[in-house]
């Protein structure tokens, strides 16, 4: 069965260091999606693609994050510099359609 | 932000019994997701209902929609040990954003 891969599953980096996580989606997802999840809560989206495009990145902080997705296939998030409210679950996800969301297991991320 | 609030925030129960876990939400929706997350890992896609559903049914798992109290109630019926996670809502807004904004979740222990 198809699935979602990232990595690495965990980093554990000093502040002001940069780091960065990638995704790749189940073939043949035009969408793909970055969401953070500070523990004890819910996902926020911080990133949509379609193909290689941005199409919402309205919760990103764009002075210490980016995102990529050249070829509009795998993607890449990047922290730079990292600070210790960063720490959280960084999961990625594609969707066929804009209905149901395929997950993957997710990086945790701790700032030291 | 987050648009959901799932009720109760935390539930015990025995194995065999049933689970009810509601979420409320604040914006007009195109349709409401139950998903759910073993500790620590990506999240999983239970069951979508559109917004001119009332129920619906898979499995083990009823959905109930009421669009006019902008709420919904996820059932799990003859619970299992394996069903202890955290379940969460999410929302996909009726405008042509197509986010999918998620509540805080509801941690069930199935006590065997």
């Known amino acids: 069965e198809a699935e979602v891969a990232q990595s690495p599953r965990y980093k554990i980096t000093e502040k002001s260091q940069a780091v960065a996580f990638w995704c790749d989606p189940i073939?043949?997802?035009?969408?793909l999606y970055w969401y953070r999840q500070i523990l004890g809560q819910g996902p926020e989206l911080l990133v949509q693609?379609?193909?290689?495009?941005?199409?919402?990145d309205s919760q990103l902080p764009k002075d210490r994050f980016s995102a990529e997705r050249l070829k509009g296939v795998d993607s890449t998030l990047k922290i730079q510099p990292a600070e210790l409210g960063d720490s959280a679950m960084y999961l990625c996800?594609?969707?066929?359609?804009?209905?149901?969301?395929?997950f993957g297991p997710g990086t945790r991320l701790t700032v030291l | 932000s987050q648009q959901g609030e799932e009720d109760p925030q935390a539930l015990s129960i025995q194995e065999g019994e049933n689970a009810t876990m509601n979420c409320s939400y604040k914006?007009?929706?195109?349709?409401l997701q139950w998903y759910r997350q073993n500790s620590g890992r990506g999240l999983v896609h239970l069951i979508l209902?559109?917004?001119?559903?009332r129920e619906k049914h898979s499995g083990r798992l009823r959905v109930t929609l009421d669009t006019s109290k902008k709420s919904s109630s996820l059932l799990i019926t003859a619970s299992r040990a394996a069903d202890t996670a955290s379940y969460f809502c999410?929302?996909?807004?009726?405008?042509?954003?197509?986010?999918?904004?998620f509540g805080s979740g509801t941690r069930l222990l199935v006590r065997p």
């Open positions: 999410a929302t996909r807004r009726a405008d042509s954003s197509y986010k999918l904004i």
């Open positions: 073939s043949g997802h035009a969408t």
């Open positions: 996800a594609s969707s066929l359609a804009h209905n149901e969301q395929f």
């Open positions: 209902i559109r917004s001119n559903e």
């Open positions: 914006t007009s929706i195109n349709n």
């Open positions: 693609f379609q193909d290689e495009s941005v199409v919402d």
